[in-house]
Every structure is written in C-alpha cells, then in structure tokens.
C-alpha cells in the first residue's frame, strides 16, 4: 500500500480536555508515525480558509468559533494509507454516528466538538500540511 503522509488537528475542547495524550497514543499504536507535532492557536483568517468549503452553511459561524477558541495540536502522521486508516481511527464526522471504540465515538458528544480534524483525500492532505507547516 502507498505510503502516505495526512494532517491532523487535535481540537481544542480535545487540549481542554487533556486528552492529546490518549489521542496521539492511539495514532502510534497503529503503527502510524508521527513526522511533524506543535501546538498553536489557529487564527479566524486561517480558521476561514481551512474551513472554506463550508462557508455556506448555517454551522460555518459556530465551526470557526470552536477551532479558534483556545490551542490546538496540529501534526503530519505518515504510513501506509495513512488518510483512511486515520479516518477510520477517528469514527464518523457526527459524534452521534461515530462508533464506539474510535475517537469521536468514545469522548465527542456532538458537533462542531468532535475532537480531531483530519485529511480526507491525498490533494487535502497536500493542501493542509502546506497552509499549516508550509514555513518550516
Ligand atoms: P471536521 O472533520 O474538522 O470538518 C468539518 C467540521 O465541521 C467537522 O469536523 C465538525 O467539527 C463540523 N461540523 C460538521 N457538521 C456539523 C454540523 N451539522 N453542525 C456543527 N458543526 C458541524
């Protein structure tokens, strides 16, 4: 399988929450490793363009409120099929959905606080590693 590098966001109510810890730890168990890790305050102009294809909905406003509210880990994992095998190990975008035993399902209750924001395509992940460590 290719080999793939994705962007993850642990979100603040996620810090808030002291879970960073248990989060990355379940990233590693995997097998995945960790390539790139900081912690930062995302601004609302940089909130707005990574959130930008959901800038017509009604949530829009409450999304960039809840990304921005306090720090945030943001990190590249690398392994094979990394987008989806991240995907899979943080559980469905609704907290409601998510299944038990994935990262939403187990400590979100409800969106936009579902814990961790990751890539969900290849050309995402590109775009996002590039607007979040493109500087280094
Ligand atoms: P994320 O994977 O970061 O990508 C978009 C985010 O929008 C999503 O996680 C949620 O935090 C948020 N979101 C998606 N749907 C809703 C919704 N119906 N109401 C509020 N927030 C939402």
Do not use: C, W
Request: proline share 7%; aromatic share 6%; charged share 25%.
């Amino acid at each position: 399988m290719e080999t793939q590098q994705t962007f993850i966001i642990i979100k603040p109510e996620a810090v808030a929450r002291g879970l960073v810890g248990e989060i990355l730890r379940r990233f590693e168990a995997k097998g995945l490793k960790i390539r790139r890790l900081a912690m930062k305050t995302i601004e609302p102009d940089v909130a707005r363009v990574h959130y930008g294809h959901h800038a017509d909905k009604p949530f829009f406003p409450e999304l960039i409120e809840a990304i921005t509210a306090g720090p945030v880990v943001i990190g590249v994992l690398e392994g094979p099929g990394a987008i989806a095998h991240v995907r899979n190990l943080i559980g469905a975008t609704d907290p409601l959905k998510a299944a038990p035993g994935t990262i939403r399902g187990d400590f979100a209750l409800q969106n936009p606080y579902n814990m961790v924001h990751a890539s969900d395509s290849p050309e995402t992940a590109r775009d996002e590693i590039a607007r979040f460590f493109g500087d280094e």
